[in-house]
C-alpha cells in the first residue's frame, strides 16, 4: 500500500446525528481514500444521514435491517474490508459521535504502519475536568480489573479508536460478542494469541457529555464485566470444593485418636481436599479458562509446584491461626484462601498457563 491514508477506516454507526456528517467531510478533507459505514438498523428516521453518506466520494455504508449491535456492525465490515482491501495492512475503527479527531485516527494509521502485527489503542486521559463522571468511572474500573485478570495494562479499555492488522482482523471474525463486549472480547484475544498493544495518546473529547452514547453503563457494564465470569467461576468452584472436602475429612479425622502418623488432622485434611481440588482446577484451568496452548506435561509440572507451595501455606498458616485463635476451622481457612487465591491467579495467567514467545 503506496500510503497510510489508504488504510480504511470503519464507522460503525446506530442513529446518528449530524456530527457523523461532520466526521465524514473533515476524514474527505484531510485525503482518507476509503470509509467504511454500517448502518446498524437505524431505521427511517436516521436514512438520511446514511444517504448522504454513500452519496459522498470513497465512502461505502453497509446496512443492516435491524440493530444488531456494535460487534455485529465490526465484523460486518471487517468481511468487508477483508474482501475488498487485499492490499492494506488492516483498518482502523471509530465511533460516528464526533469523539475521534482526523489528526488522532491518522496518528493510529500511521502506528499501524509502524506495528504491523499490533493492535493500536487510540487511548483517551481520564483525569481532566471534561471527562463525564460515569465514563471516568467505569474506564478506571475497568482498567483495574484488566490489569490483575489479564496481566494487561491498558489506560483506556473502552476506547472504539482502534487500528487492526489484517491477520488479526480474520481472527476476530470468529470472537464472540455482539454487542460492546465485542471489544473487550478484542482485548482478551491479544493475551491469548500474544499480540502486543501499542498505545496512541489522543485527543479527550466529550461533545455534551457524551449524551449520543448508546452505551449504557449499567447494562453493557454487566455485559462486559461477564466476560470475566469463566476466570472466577473456576476458581470459586474449586475453593467451595475445596472446603466442603476440608470439612468433610475434619469430621472423619477427628474421629482417628491422636494424630496422624504425627500430623494434625487440620493438616491432613486441607492436603487431601486440595489435591482433589487441585485436579479438578488445574483441568477446568487448561481447557476453559486460560486455554493454554502450553504443552501439558509442562503444564501440570508448573501447576504442580505451585499447588504444592500454595497447599503448604495454607495448612501452615491454617493451622497456625487456628492454634492462636481457635474457633471453627472451616471460617479460619477461608481467609487464608480467599488471600492465597488471589496470588495464585496471578501466578497461574503469567507463569502456569502462558506460552513465552
Known sequence: MS?????????????????????????????????????DGS???????????????NCTVLYHAVNLGKGRALKTAFNYCLREFHGAPGCVTADSDGQHT????MACMRALCEHPESLILGCRNFDG????????????CTRKVFHYLLGLSVSDTQTGLRAIPVSFMEKLMQVKGER????????????????????VPVETVYIEENKTSHFNPVRDSLRIYLVFGKFLFSSLSSSVLDLLLFH???VMLQRVPGSLMGIPYIVAATVGARVIS???????????????????????????????????CSAFL??????????????????????????????????VYRVKE
Not at 493475551?191 to 502486543?196: A, E, G, H, T
Request: glycine content about 4%.
Open 3 to 39: 500510503s497510510y491514508l489508504e488504510i480504511p477506516v470503519i464507522i460503525p454507526s446506530y442513529e446518528p446525528d449530524e456530527n457523523l456528517m461532520t466526521l465524514l467531510q473533515a476524514l474527505q478533507r484531510v485525503g482518507i481514500c476509503h470509509v467504511v459505514v454500517v448502518d
Open 43 to 57: 431505521g427511517d428516521a436516521y436514512a438520511r444521514f446514511f444517504e448522504r453518506a454513500a452519496a459522498m466520494e
Open 102 to 105: 482526523p489528526a488522532d485516527i
Open 129 to 140: 475536568p471534561e471527562v463525564p463522571a460515569r465514563s471516568s468511572f467505569g474506564n478506571k
Open 180 to 199: 460492546f463486549e465485542y471489544e473487550t472480547n478484542m482485548l482478551i484475544e491479544t493475551k491469548d494469541l500474544n499480540i502486543s498493544i501499542v498505545e
Open 248 to 250: 468433610i475429612l475434619c
Open 278 to 312: 487441585a485436579i479438578y482446577n488445574f483441568l477446568l484451568n487448561y481447557r476453559v479458562v486460560f486455554k493454554s496452548r502450553a504443552g501439558i506435561a509442562v503444564t501440570i509440572g508448573k501447576y504442580a509446584l505451585l499447588a504444592v507451595c500454595q497447599m503448604a
Open 318 to 351: 491454617v493451622n497456625a491461626l487456628y492454634s492462636l485463635i481457635g474457633g471453627a476451622e472451616v471460617m479460619v481457612k477461608m481467609p487464608v484462601d480467599i488471600l492465597l487465591f488471589f496470588i495464585s491467579f496471578a501466578i497461574q495467567r503469567e507463569f
